[in-house]
């Protein structure tokens, strides 16, 4: 039985299927939990890439197993065993996603949870969604390993990982993986060229702000905005859906709040710690947000008239 720790990288999607989620979390809680209770995050755990620092590489097959391994273990810091869990991963899956220099890849992507009213809850949060907590590592146990050069396995031919033989490097095939023992969120995570990305991303060099956007069709600084990647659009997202974004978001556009409301959907309430919504100004919106505890709502007569409301740290 072999034991290693493998690293990769936060991500910052968290959008999924979000009545599915919360059974999933529901069938490791002890008592029911809604959605407003617990925050949400995932992680990119590993890929079918090589990975440069003990050249392993899993498998498709090691991939699967993973994805169903995970599911209940906890996310812990620095893989100290020894405190407490942070946060439980509730379900996984292995996606898509191009590894660093472009090249497609399979990833393991685990989805993990954690309560809103413990302490500490919205410093994970935070440090998480503003790009301190951004590496992570698993730890694995595997059964065997199969040499890249000859097949054969446990390094019985002599080959050894990492060395070059001829035109080809002996890589380390992992194709069966027994048991993942907990993901660890780390200062250094050794597998290079991860990459943030996720349905909350935005352009990756501005990984550590979330844009959510809730506008009308057909407004054209917008649907500009949105092609040029800089923004997310999460018309489609269901109202439970925004209620698991509840409090985490750092920028907030709104084309009609009034309508956004309407609809089921308080913006404001999506706003981080010092989060700011904009949204295009009417008297009647002014009215309703001037005077709210805790949110400072300045307007702007520029040529469109704005309003910007905050949510103060
Ligand atoms: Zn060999």
């Known amino acids: 039985m072999y034991h290693s720790y493998r690293a990769a990288e936060l991500t910052d999607s968290h959008f999924s299927g979000v009545g599915a989620d919360l059974a999933a979390i529901n069938a490791l809680a002890q008592m029911p939990l809604q959605l407003e209770d617990v925050y949400i995050r995932s992680m990119y755990l590993c890929s079918d890439q090589p990975c440069e620092t003990d050249w392993s590489q899993f498998t498709p097959p090691a991939l699967e197993q993973i994805s169903r391994l995970v599911v209940g273990q906890s996310v812990i810091g620095g893989h100290?065993?020894?405190?407490?869990?942070?946060?439980?991963?509730?379900?996984?899956?292995?996606?898509?996603?191009?590894?660093?220099?472009?090249?497609?890849?399979?990833?393991?992507?685990?989805?993990?949870?954690?309560?809103?009213?413990?302490?500490?809850?919205?410093?994970?949060?935070?440090?998480?969604?503003?790009?301190?907590?951004?590496?992570?590592?698993?730890?694995?146990?595997?059964?065997?390993?199969r040499c890249s050069i000859c097949g054969k396995e446990d390094g019985v031919c002599g080959h050894r990982p990492g060395e070059q033989v001829e035109d080809s490097r002996c890589i380390c095939l992992i194709d069966e993986v027994v048991?993942?023992?907990?993901?660890?969120?780390?200062?250094?995570?050794?597998?290079?060229?991860?990459?943030?990305?996720?349905?909350?991303?935005?352009?990756?060099?501005?990984?550590?702000?979330a844009i959510l956007c809730i506008w009308q069709d057909g407004n054209p600084l917008?649907?500009?905005?949105?092609?040029?990647?800089?923004?997310?659009?999460?018309?489609?997202?269901?109202?439970?859906?925004?209620?698991?974004?509840?409090?985490?978001?750092?920028?907030?556009?709104?084309?009609?709040?009034?309508?956004?409301?309407?609809?089921?959907?308080?913006?404001?309430?999506?706003?981080?710690?010092?989060?700011?919504?904009?949204?295009c100004h009417a008297d009647s919106v002014a009215s309703r947000m001037i005077g709210l505890p805790n949110f400072l709502v300045t307007s702007e007569e520029t040529e469109v008239p704005a309003l910007t409301i905050q949510r103060l740290e």
Not at 183 to 208: N, P, Q, T
Not at 263 to 275: A, D, I, K, W, Y
Request: a negative charge; hydrophobic letters at 45%; one cysteine or more.
């Open 80 to 145: 100290d065993r020894r405190s407490l869990p942070l946060a439980r991963f509730f379900k996984a899956a292995v996606v898509q996603k191009p590894g660093p220099g472009g090249e497609p890849s399979h990833w393991v992507q685990a989805w993990f949870y954690w309560l809103r009213k413990t302490s500490g809850a919205t410093d994970l949060l935070l440090n998480i969604d503003g790009g301190i907590y951004r590496e992570v590592s698993i730890a694995w146990r595997y059964r065997h390993w």
């Open 179 to 209: 048991d993942v023992l907990e993901g660890s969120l780390v200062y250094k995570g050794a597998d290079e060229g991860a990459v943030v990305a996720g349905a909350r991303s935005i352009a990756a060099d501005m990984d550590d702000e």
């Open 222 to 279: 917008f649907d500009l905005l949105y092609r040029a990647e800089l923004l997310s659009d999460v018309r489609e997202a269901t109202p439970e859906e925004l209620a698991a974004l509840q409090g985490s978001a750092t920028h907030v556009w709104v084309d009609d709040l009034e309508q956004a409301v309407s609809c089921g959907c308080e913006p404001r309430h999506l706003l981080s710690l010092g989060g700011v919504l904009v949204t």
